[in-house]
């Protein structure tokens, strides 16, 4: 029985890490956005 709760335990831990990298990753998206689309905006209208 042991077993199974150490292994829903690991699963809820990494669901909560890539929960976390989610959110990292919006919010840096969300911050970056403007750069982003200058810089692709730069390439673009040099293609």
């Known amino acids: 029985m042991t077993k199974v709760k150490e292994a829903g335990q690991g699963l ?13 990753a919006v919010m ?3 911050f970056l956005s403007g ?3 200058s ?6 209208s040099q293609l």
Request: aromatic share 4%.
């Open 12 to 24: 809820a831990e990494y669901a909560l890490i890539l929960a976390l990298i989610a959110i990292a």
């Open 28 to 30: 840096a998206l969300l």
């Open 35 to 37: 750069t982003i689309q």
């Open 39 to 44: 810089v692709l905006s730069i390439i673009g």
